[in-house]
């Protein structure tokens, strides 16, 4: 039954606008039927009177109590204080964990926290699983968590024991779809630009390319020009390139690039037709997978594969019919037109994810609401 509905759903049934109308139209007629058969069963005991009142109703929003922001290390300072700006913004306490893996970062804020703000109504915990595990037993009015999904369900597992609600901020594999339409020069820095921040550990950069076969030539040409006039210089200046958070990561890293089955870039050997390498189920580095696809219609099963619900979408097409097609048919957070990451320069949009790249929103009145 289930994946009857799916299948229905995926298939645009439920898009059209008509469709819905009918629907609704649909539903009124059963309820007008069903009441008519009530009344020759029962009578008309059963009518609704008319109802006339002078009260008015209002939305009365209040603050939830004792919020629990759990920040990740890629982003240790604005990741952390921008929630709690909208948990004290709504007025709420809040219990502050930085990531243990940036303990410079915890340890500035274990000591500027209490010096600005009311130590009352703030407190700033530091350590690691176990201290999150703990402070996840206790009933909070809210739960902020910034990281994996892996690490946001057994956070949402926690949560249920109490009821308390949560707002998820995961990872994503958000795909940059490149068509043959786009402008490819272009496409390419800003795909480079948006991959290799922060040496790819942010969690809107975009995870891989999915690009059409008959411009996979030129846009590769066009990535090894940007890698060579972007980082030809000394990689080892700290100042000219962000570095990766550890050696775990970084061995990680190199091992995951180690086992692929794709060709390298810059290379001197011919693009492939078509690239026959997987994506892995977590990158966040500077390693950025390029695979072809023949035609649009393709590709909503192909990213279904991968990720069906990613954080965001980078879409770079010049077609309005072609944007539109693969904005009602890729479900994902955001969907950015010819760039990448722009939304995250926009304070007042609300930043969420969708399905198993987060729950919930915050930025700007989002965080209040």
Known sequence: MVEELQQAFDGGRTRPIEWRRQQMRQLWTLVDVSQDKRRKTWGTWHANPTVKSQNQSVIHKGPKG?????????????????????????????????????????????????????????????????????????????????????????????????????????????????????????????????????????CVALDYVLVQESILPQLLQELEKLMETSYAH??????????????????????????????????????????????????????????????????????????ATPLATYIFSSQPTDIQYLNEHIASGTTCINDVMSHMAIPSLPFSGRGSSGMGAYRGKGSIE
């Open 66 to 202: 004792v919020v629990l922001i759990i920040a990740p290390w890629n982003y240790p300072i604005v990741l952390l204080l921008l929630p709690l700006l909208g948990a004290f913004a709504a007025g709420n306490c809040a219990i502050l964990k930085p990531s243990e893996f940036a303990p410079r970062v915890t340890a500035a804020l274990t000591e500027l926290i209490p010096k600005y703000l009311d130590r009352d109504c703030f407190r700033v915990v530091r350590g690691g699983k176990e201290v999150v595990e703990n402070l996840l037993e206790h009933p909070l009015g809210h739960i902020f968590f910034t990281g994996s999904t892996s690490i946001g369900k057994s956070i949402m597992a926690a949560a249920s024991k109490h009821l308390t609600s949560l707002t998820l901020e995961l990872g994503g594999k958000s795909p940059a779809i490149v068509t043959e339409s786009a402008n490819i020069a272009q496409a390419a820095k800003r795909i480079g630009w948006g991959k290799f921040l922060n040496a790819g550990q942010t």
């Open 234 to 307: 000394d990689p080892n200046r700290p100042a000219q390139y962000g570095r990766i958070i550890n050696t775990t990561h970084f061995d990680r890293l190199t091992k995951l690039l180690s086992s692929t089955h794709g060709i390298h870039v810059p290379s001197t050997a011919p693009p492939p037709h078509r690239p026959t390498l997987s994506i892995p189920p977590t990158i966040f580095g500077p390693i950025l997978p390029v695979l072809s696809f023949p035609t649009l219609s393709s590709l909503p099963a192909t990213i279904g594969t991968i990720d």
